[in-house]
């Protein structure tokens, strides 16, 4: 298949002037049309498509070589076509006037058709480099929009699988411990709005309050003689309990949940001060998301009430953190929670715990639709 001739416009309001430029180009391989006037070339653009190229007298009626120049130049589908000014005004205002007009070249008369020939092959190479480069960023734009709505639809069946994965676990939560109530909404609450408080970023403060859920995923691993147990535990038994922490980060990285969640589970139990578990991190060396969650934590459990405690009041709930803060709690998490009571307080009446435990029926009296043949 052979390529495509070159197009070329030339326009002269001399027809001498055309004939030359006509003799020197004809055998050359380029498809030549030639106007009088700068408007019959402008017309011609806007109806047939854009040339390759072109030659342009400077003093012409109505429309001369620089508003030709103009014209194209300032049209986004025509500005990268290669002008070649050709005249016989050598004032050197001339060529700055025509350069600013948008000319790519000039070629002053009389010219000789070896140079005219040379000008030419030299625009026209750069044109279609030009060309093929933009055509290859284009080529280049569709294959990145296309990778990255790809990668948008991947992250969304993450997210999918990974908030599904997160229900299931917080049912397994609710099934091995009835007696937490709505605990669990309740530190996610907390969790989020101590986020907010302490500065961290909206996406941040959303993730900490979804995967605080998952704070104790772990113990679905510690026997129920241990978890379940209303009275104080023996240092064995505390020593077994202590490996929810662990037994909860393993479960969440095996399921590649996000590392917020798995930092959570791990980490929710260190101390401020380095006398927690299971590690014994000190300060800021404890995620921000762990030592929210720790202070959300032990706030409903204190004024909530479990098999092993009754409820305390929030006044005494504040001092027993107060007394903690800088050893159990970062100082910091606490400001932001008593400069907030008003918001827990509401999230409080707003989640209240049931009167019976909040625990998932299996009520599956026939088959789940896809195993019930048709």
């Known amino acids: 298949m052979s390529e495509k001739r070159p197009i070329i416009y030339m326009v002269d309001d001399e027809q001498h002037n055309l004939l ?15 106007f009088q ?7 011609a653009v806007k109806r047939d498509g854009t040339p390759d190229m072109v030659l342009s007298d400077v003093m012409m009626p109505k429309v001369s070589g620089y508003e030709v120049c103009r014209a194209l130049k300032s049209n986004e589908e025509t500005a990268n076509i290669p002008i070649v000014l050709i005249t016989g005004l050598n004032d050197i205002r001339d060529k700055v006037k025509g350069l600013e007009s948008g000319a790519d070249d000039f070629l002053h ?14 625009l026209l190479r750069i044109k279609f ?22 990668v948008r ?5 993450l997210e999918d699988l990974t908030f599904g994965l997160v229900a299931a676990l917080e049912q397994a939560n609710k099934l091995n411990d009835a007696d937490t109530g709505n605990h669990i909404k309740r530190v996610c609450l907390y969790s989020e709005l101590l986020g907010q408080g302490v500065g961290l970023n909206l996406d941040l403060c959303n993730r900490i309050g979804r995967f605080a859920s998952l704070h104790d995923v772990g113990k679905v691993g510690i026997p129920d003689s241990i978890l379940k147990k209303p009275g104080k ?3 064995e038994e505390w020593d077994e309990m202590k490996k929810h922490t662990v037994y909860g980060y393993d479960l969440l990285k095996e399921a590649r949940a996000d590392q917020i969640a798995q930092n959570i589970a791990l980490c929710h139990h260190e101390k401020f001060d380095g006398n927690g578990y299971p590690y014994g991190l000190k300060g800021e060396s404890i995620p921000i998301e762990a030592r929210i969650v720790a202070l959300a934590d032990v706030f409903d459990a204190l004024t909530n009430k479990r098999c092993y405690k009754e409820a305390f009041s929030n006044e005494t709930a504040k001092e027993i953190i107060l007394e903690s803060s800088g050893s159990h ?15 827990v307080e509401e999230i409080q009446r707003t989640h209240q715990n049931q009167d019976l435990p909040v625990v998932a029926e299996t009520s599956m009296k026939v088959p789940p639709e896809h195993l019930v043949s048709a």
């Open 20 to 34: 030359l430029l006509q003799h020197s180009l004809k055998s050359y391989g380029y498809e030549l049309s030639a």
């Open 37 to 43: 006037n700068g408007q019959e070339l402008l017309d």
């Open 109 to 122: 008369k009389p010219f000789h058709p070896l140079e005219l020939r040379a000008r030419v092959r030299s």
């Open 129 to 150: 480099l030009n060309d093929r480069l933009e055509e290859q960023n284009m080529l280049l734009e569709d294959e990145k929009l296309h990778l990255e709505s790809a």
């Open 153 to 157: 639809e991947r992250t969304a069946e």
């Open 233 to 235: 535990l023996t240092p």
């Open 329 to 343: 709690f970062d100082p910091n998490v606490v400001r932001v929670m008593f400069d907030r009571m008003d918001d």
